[in-house]
């Protein structure tokens, strides 16, 4: 008779794979931390330091601004140099700096600046992490078993999102933001130790794909012209982008300023984010079972819910409301992104993988600072929730509108269809 483990191995055949498991396990713990830091850095602005609303899109700004600066040139390393020991030295730095801002806050020494400066770094060491992660496990499953392993990833991120932030406004109201960036710092260590024993199989050798290695701006502009030969990724990507520029910074800034100032603070907040996470782990089973014929169709049908989640957060009314709706919108998100990266690891070469996954951050996660800014300023003009129902309406437009692009719709699974731009 088969053992719980077999059965499990037999349902889910990516778990045969040991240097998944380890990856999968040490980010398990660490997207914990991950998911309670925003909303213990939210905190410690508005309530530590008595931080206004574009106070606290300064200190996100920081930290997204050196990723966004980064992230192309840790693409290009992350195809040059092993994945992993990048991944192991960002996770080490992450560490010791959440160690220190930890201590900050505990000890009441903290400064505005202090947050600035830290955060900036915290984002340095992240920009050397997001690209090898996205080109390792391609690199540890192979295509045959990528979805399900982007699933079980998604499933470990978004369970972490119930986790996180409901471990998070427990540590705020007993203690303050400072204990729960001591566990983010702590949960980078775990992941470290799990890096640091994995495996991986080697990619093939680049000379013999690309011909003779070349310079950092030839590798570079390799990465482009993937990207360029595919039209179904690059009509996407302006959806990715604005959802990153202005309903993203949306949810990140003006959703805390609306818990803070009409459902309670930060225990109303955990909630929906807790929520949001519920919703997140259903469209991770889903994942895992449910492959779309079409997935860049279904891609798109799901980013629809993804843009409505500044319009629930500013005119859901109630907590109870919100958490809901935002329930229903993390089943999106985590179905759409998971359809979005099994798709670029099964259409994009291994050795080119890093470099187009740091393109995708670049334009995609690049626009986190001045969505930061840009939010805070339409904020002040606008009001709040003008501005949240004006950013999720503009989102969905661009969604609709790569719905009507044929290479979106027609895309199909498991063929290379790249539509070579003329």
Do not use: N
């Amino acid at each position: 008779m088969p053992t719980p483990r077999e059965r499990l191995a037999a349902f889910l055949p990516v778990l045969r794979i040991r240097p998944f498991r380890l990856l999968l396990a040490g980010q398990a713990v660490s997207v914990v931390g991950d998911a309670l830091f925003p909303v213990a850095l939210a905190f410690a602005v508005l309530d530590e330091l008595d931080g206004t609303p574009s106070e606290l899109g300064l200190v996100l700004a920081a930290q997204a601004l050196p990723l966004a600066i980064l992230v192309l040139a840790a693409g290009v390393w992350a195809d040059r140099l092993p994945r992993q020991w990048i991944m192991l030295v960002s996770d080490l730095g992450r560490a010791a700096v959440q160690a220190v801002v930890a201590v900050l806050l505990l000890t009441g020494a903290a400064e505005l600046w202090h947050l600035v400066a830290l955060v900036a770094l915290y984002g340095t060491f992240e920009a050397g992490f997001l690209p090898a992660s996205g080109g390792l496990v391609a690199q540890v499953t192979g295509p045959e078993r990528l979805q399900q392993a982007r699933a079980l990833m998604s499933l470990a991120v978004h369970g972490a999102m119930v986790i996180g932030p409901a471990l998070a406004g427990v540590l705020i109201v007993l203690t303050g933001p400072g204990a729960a960036i001591a566990v983010d710092a702590a949960t980078f260590l775990v992941s470290a130790a799990f890096l640091a024993r994995l495996r991986p199989p080697p990619l093939p050798q680049r000379a013999a794909v690309e011909g003779a290695l070349t310079g950092f701006w030839e590798e570079l502009k390799g990465g482009v012209a993937e990207v360029r030969k595919r039209r179904w990724m690059w009509t996407f990507m302006p959806t990715l982008t604005t959802y990153h520029l202005l309903a993203l910074p949306c949810v990140f800034v003006l959703g805390p300023v609306i818990a803070q100032r009409d459902l309670g603070g930060a225990g109303a907040w955990a909630t929906i984010a807790a929520c949001f996470g519920v919703g997140t782990l259903i469209g991770g089973v889903v994942s895992l079972r449910v492959e779309p014929r079409r997935p860049m169709l279904a891609c798109a049908v799901a980013f629809l819910g993804c843009a409505c989640q500044p319009i629930i957060v500013a005119y859901g009314g109630t907590t109870a409301a919100i958490a809901a709706l935002q329930l229903v919108a993390g089943v999106a998100v985590s179905f759409g992104w998971t359809l979005w990266d099994t798709t670029l690891g099964q259409e994009i070469p291994p050795h080119a993988l890093a470099r187009v996954t740091s393109l995708d951050f670049f334009t995609t996660t690049g626009a986190l600072p001045l969505g930061y800014a840009l939010i805070a300023w339409m904020a002040g003009t606008l009001g709040t929730r003008s501005t949240m129902l004006v950013s999720g309406l503009v989102v969905m437009a661009l969604c609709a509108g790569a719905l009507s692009a044929g290479d979106v719709r027609r895309l199909r699974r498991g063929v290379a269809q790249e539509s070579i731009a003329s």
